[in-house]
């Protein structure tokens, strides 16, 4: 079991989740356990109306201990923020932003995580991959369905405390199991059809959901559980989720299918554009930028679809320019293009960088845009 922690995927999600930070305003914590310990806490609060307020405990953001541990290697790095955008997103279906508080999942521990996402065997009952059957063929081993796990948790304030009313689960998992018959070895892949990566994916949320109910801080409160599908490393896109249940109960709800698509833009291997309209606005403001400076080392984007309907782009625009004046002229520029030839209607991040430093980041969430240049000195 490895644990990855990249402080660019914590920033990016306080990003979703802060469009910009208001006052902060104090009360006192409860788990809602039978802990009555208590702490100064503050809610960091957004402008944005689509946006969770975050919980901090005395000041400081309070990170979850099992985020970035996976049950094997997959060294596609948009996995990982498309796993804790998508939750966040289904989230706001069951808990309203304007009545709940964010706070990254506090309830389970990296060591019972680790013990769930690794096979079951005498010495880890509490696995829920698959026991070896002691086959190394890509064909006829028993793959590691399971690949990750993600926790968000939402409190409402009762009685001047805030206590945990609700609770995001996501469930990774893989398509494409990466494994080695010997260590250092060769890597080999046993490929997992949807059929078995959904009927594996609902077996292990229904095991979850059963264990978090016997425990103390969670009690009956709403549990949203998502499967995603992780994304192969050789792809220059995320994962996506397929389906959602919520339980209110003891069991899981009905099943809800998804139809989240991600793209690389421009479209790789002769790839159709998911919409050709969203496609030929992308290519003009990437011709409209790299006519700005001749030092653009390219422009690529991940776009994210409901169907065919296009969320969000994720833009990265690599350069080969340092001087501050430039990079803020160029930030404004891009900005300006982004607002005259991108499509209205859909979220945009879009990161300035060279090879080694971020240099600046424009957003627009809601039709409102932002900009920072980083200024190293």
């Given at each position: 079991m490895?644990?990855?922690?990249?402080?660019?995927?914590?920033?990016?999600?306080c990003s979703l989740l802060l469009t910009a930070c208001g006052n902060l305003q104090d009360s006192s914590l409860s788990s809602g356990s039978s802990d009555s310990g208590k702490s100064?806490?503050?809610?960091?609060?957004?402008?944005?109306?689509?946006?969770y307020d975050?919980?901090?405990?005395?000041?400081?953001?309070?990170t979850s201990s099992i985020s970035g541990i996976t049950a094997a290697d997959n060294n596609n790095q948009f996995n990982s923020r498309s796993f804790e955008s998508g939750l966040l997103d289904l989230s706001k279906k069951e808990f309203s932003t304007n009545s709940y508080v964010f706070q990254e999942g506090q309830v389970l521990s990296s060591s019972t995580v680790t013990d769930w996402l690794g096979r079951k065997s005498k010495s880890n009952s509490t696995g829920l991959n698959p026991a070896s059957n002691g086959s190394t063929s890509p064909t006829k081993r028993a793959p590691m369905y399971f690949q990750q796990m993600l926790e968000e948790d939402y409190l409402q304030k009762q009685d001047g405390k805030y206590k945990l009313a609700?609770?995001?689960?996501?469930?990774?998992?893989?398509k494409?199991?990466?494994?080695?018959?010997?260590?250092?070895?060769?890597?080999?892949s046993t490929t997992i059809s949807k059929e078995e990566q959904k009927a594996e994916g609902e077996r292990v949320a229904k095991e979850v959901v059963k264990r978090l109910r016997k425990m103390n801080k969670v009690g009956n409160v709403p549990i949203v559980v998502g499967l995603y599908s992780v994304a192969p490393q050789d792809t220059l896109v995320g994962g996506t989720y397929f389906q959602y249940s919520v339980s209110k109960s003891d069991e899981l709800g009905s099943w809800k299918d998804l139809n989240y698509k991600n793209q690389m833009l421009p479209t790789v291997n002769?790839?159709?554009?998911?919409?050709?309209?969203?496609?030929?606005?992308?290519?003009?403001?990437?011709?409209?930028?790299q006519d700005y400076f001749p030092n653009i080392s390219g422009v690529t984007a991940q776009a994210h679809y409901d169907g065919t309907s296009l969320k969000s782009m994720d833009i990265t625009v690599n350069t080969q320019f340092d001087g501050l004046a430039q990079v803020s002229s160029f930030t404004q520029f891009v900005q300006q293009s982004a607002s005259?030839?991108?499509?209205?209607?859909?979220d945009l991040d879009i990161n300035i960088q060279t090879v080694d430093e971020q240099q600046s980041v424009v957003t627009r969430t809601n039709g409102k845009f932002f900009s920072h240049v980083y200024n190293a000195n």
């Open positions: 490895k644990k990855f922690v990249k402080a660019t995927a914590l920033l990016l999600m100064t806490v503050q809610t960091a609060s957004s402008s944005d109306s689509s946006s975050v919980l901090m405990s005395n000041g400081k953001y309070k609700g609770i995001s689960i996501g469930i990774a998992m893989n494409i199991d990466y494994y080695q018959k010997k260590q250092y070895g060769a890597t080999y002769n790839d159709t554009p998911i919409n050709s309209g969203d496609s030929d606005a992308f290519s003009n403001f990437k011709d409209n930028i005259k030839y991108l499509p209205s209607d859909a």
